[in-house]
């Protein structure tokens, strides 16, 4: 490896490094080359046929994404042989796939329309293979469509390579061949994490998310109901990638003027349960840690974070042994439902029973979460609905809204204060810095060493990172944490997820606090996100998350004065029984 | 099997040739071969101008240069048995009556490459033969090891898919996952089970292979035409005077092979299996069976005028339709449209101008599919639409 070839594409020469295929020596020269298989977070499949290009000396057409340049290559991509191909490909493509755009929920951000008009495929010649109608619905967060599908496999090397759970594959071969589950089962009695990366990476809407638009704009219309709304911080990040803006643009003040213009009675943010989660997990670590290194008793370590649903239900089903290891603490979005039923109503003295809890989260496995039994502390169901990014971004369009020219307005109190701390929980090792900065402080009565309270150390978009902090000159309760390295590890992706997770399974690994986030990028690379989402675009959401918790005054979790109140007037103190009994939860293990 | 005698017609012809089946000593042979060098034997196999037969007609010689030239710390010998091109029933007789000329074989390629581990794919179907075949093996590779030859082989069985007939599907069977073509290049001689190099032989290029370094290139070399040396075995089936298995010298015309197997109404030879193309009456004069003409892997399916070629096309795309492996859309989807495509014609529902918008589908299907499977389906498709377009509306 390492060398540079010499090609030539469409006459023109170009030298790219060793390993790459036509596809990006092609992109480096400004050609595009149409592509629906390939996806730059996934293995190469070469299936769909539709990257093929002409190469000199072949008789059959090559395809772009899957062949590797060598020397002297001479390519053409735009032959009346290869324009024809495709075209042909693209109709085969169609003639399997129920074109209904109308009522498709992808269209207008479909891959596979999106060639259809390129290669002005207008009137259908071939004959509809569709024969099968009906939608797979049985899971609360994803729909599964087959008549749609155009058996890129992309959802299945998704579900297999990036998250390493497999409730996806590929069953049958011939006409029959399709994506399928485990025996063919429903999709909510397999192994499905709900993280929906799948969804994020379907070409086309045979899979997409159980949205309930309809749902939330009957209950709006509705005067005897109160709807209150949580936003989590990556939907802020992405949000704006729907209506016209560059991925990477930050839009929370947009936002919050359209959820009121749509008309949310209260708009509230769920980094404010994101900071109280750094108080109630950043205890719970500590009290651990003084169980295991001053108390000498047994206790479960390391601490493993618990606000990513699809990383919960995952663990659920694949390491049993390590359900103890789990903070008890809800996911963020589980705090804010009952603290909304009950503190805030209350105080703003609603009757719960006619308030909804509705979540705008870059997250389907939140769907799942909101939907579990034992989410109901507050009486009543303690979030009633979550939606997309997607399906807010949706219901901003069917409301009219200017977008763009919104002005910015801040969110209602007293649920709505938040730090930076809260916001960088939208990106991988987010909770991990929040956590650090307060719980460090906590021992040391310091702010963390870092320049800018940035600890960069647990940044970024490598797989599994891992960082230390040497405790020195604590304050008199955390003593026995003299010098001690406290270690974090963090995971983004469940497949990343599992290497320290065997790590931990044999009693190897060397960490306090592992922070995991199921989807790649964490909540801002969501499977709720708008689509597209790759690596390139995930970097400048991180960039932006990070950029947010700069832009604000308070930075720390524990600074929040919103949250010192609710522990004042309401929980007590953090890891009290008021906490557990609104805030925590348990686990259960899945087959 | 019972084996029907040489009639007259073909006992004369000086096409017949009596390599494959002929009696050889395993023992000697092998002797034979651990002298000869790895360059000495890839120059004869070279030299005698031995093409795989199993259907793709590849260079035996230069694929196993590749595999020899490949870098790897192990390197497999596989010999594909899976014979599933419909009315091919050569490999199974080959191994049944001969086995020991498939080891030998073997021998060669792994002393040629630097393998040390050979497999046998084995059809599914022809799960009955294990046994004593297990058997065989077994004392063959305790004749290598007396001989202090580092070379061992296995059996491997299929489970009855077609498509694992294509070396890289096989070698994802055979690594047990679904038996689906691979992306090439990289190729199996450099890329291959495991990621390790592998030669992908057909039985009886094996048992050629043992031939030639028996008899020498030259004498294989002779026989047959400039672009298609030696001979090879020919299955014949369908409305045949003369049904079986024959050793012929490659370069035949068609119009003798008629003259000698057909019925005397024969109306088309169907070469090469499902996979292979559809020669008419009118063209059996100029067709030579070979690599300049219409090759076969051995499949030779005689049609007499009895017969509707819209029944024998149906027949081909369903098998196709259900044994495209489903991973590339212009197999999957275009056997399905190729298949429903003529039956909408012959009802009625569709023009038969419709038939030329499938042939567009078909030609996109040769050079876009991802495997042979189906960049051949437009073989017997255009064969026979091309030469028997009214049968495909009325017959
Ligand atoms: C769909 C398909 C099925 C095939 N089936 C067989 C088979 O049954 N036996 C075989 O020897 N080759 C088969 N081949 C050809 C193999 O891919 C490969 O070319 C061959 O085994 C190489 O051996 P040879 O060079 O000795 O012919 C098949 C190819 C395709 C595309
Ligand atoms: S051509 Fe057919 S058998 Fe070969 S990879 Fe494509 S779908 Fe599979
Ligand atoms: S994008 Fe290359 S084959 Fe699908």
Known sequence: ???????????????????????????????????????????????????????????????????????????????????????????????????????CYRNVNCELQGLAEEYSVDNPKLISLVTDESVEISSPSIRKDSSRCIRCQRCVRTCAELQHVTALCVANRGAEMKISTFMDRPMDQVVCTSCGQCINRCPTGALVEHNYIAEIWDHLGDPDKYLVVQTAPAVRVGLGEMLGFDPGTRVTGKMVT?????????????????????????????????????????????????????????????????????????????????????????????????????????????????????????????????????????????????????????CDSILGKHTGAGVIFGATGGVAEAALRTVYEIITGREVPFKNLNITAVRGMEGVREASIKIEDCVDDWKFLEGVSLKVAIAHGLANARMLMKQVEKGESPYHFIEVMACPGGCLGGGGQPIPTNREIREKRAKAIYEEDESLELRKSHENPEVQKLYEEFLGKPGGRRSHELLHTSYTARS | MARSPFPKKISDSHKRVDLIFSELPTEKTLQKIIKMTPDRIIRDITDSGLRGRGGAGFPTGRKWTYAREAEGDEKYIICNADEGEPGTFKDREILDRRSGKVFLGMAIAAKAVGANRGFIYLRGEYSYMAKDLLGEIDEFNKLLTSKSVDFKIELRLGAGAYVCGEETALIESMEGHRGEARNKPPFPATVGFRGKPTVVNNVETLVYATMIISIGPKKFEELGTKYSHGAKVFCISGDAGLKGMFELELGMKTDEFVNIFGDGATKAVQVGGASGQCVPRKKFKDTILGFEGVPTGGSMMLFNSSRSMYNVLKNYLEFFTEESCGQCTPCRVGCQQLLRGIEAVKTGRLPNTYLDDLIRVAKTMRITAKCGLGQSVANPFISIVDNFREEMMHF
């Not at chain 1, 996911?331 to 809890?357: C, H, N, W």
Request: glycine share 6%; charged share 25%.
């Open chain 1, 1 to 103: 490896m390492g060398g540079m070839i010499n090609l030539k594409i469409n006459d023109i020469p170009i030298s790219i490094e060793e390993g790459a295929s036509i596809l990006d020596a092609a992109k480096k020269i400004n050609i595009q080359i149409p592509t629906l298989c390939h996806h730059d977070d996934l293995c190469v499949a070469g299936n769909c046929r539709v990257c093929v290009v002409e190469q000199a000396g072949m008789k059959t057409l090559p395809t772009a994404c899957s062949t590797p340049v060598t020397e002297g290559m001479e390519i053409l991509t735009n032959t009346p042989r290869v324009l024809g191909c495709r075209r042909t490909i693209i109709e085969l493509l169609l003639s399997e796939h129920n074109v209904d755009c109308p009522h």
């Open chain 1, 258 to 410: 359209a959820l009121r213009m749509i008309g949310f009675d209260a708009v509230f943010d769920t980094n404010f349960t994101a900071d109280l989660t750094i108080m109630e997990e950043g205890t719970e670590l500590l009290l651990r840690l003084k169980k295991a290194l001053l108390d000498k008793k047994p206790v479960a370590l390391p601490l493993l974070t618990s606000c990513s649903p699809g990383w919960i239900k995952y663990i659920e089903h694949e390491h049993h042994s390590l359900l103890d290891n789990l903070s008890t603490c809800k996911s963020p979005q589980q705090m804010f439902g009952p603290l909304a039923k009950t503190y805030y109503a209350e105080k703003a003295g609603i009757d719960p029973a006619g308030m909804i809890v509705v979540s705008i989260m870059p997250c389907t496995a939140k769907k799942f979460e909101a939907n579990r039994p034992e989410m109901k502390v507050s009486g009543y169901k303690d979030v009633d609905y979550v939606l997309t990014t997607r399906e807010f971004g949706r219901m901003i369009k069917q409301a009219g809204l200017d977008f763009k020219n919104l002005e910015d307005s801040k």
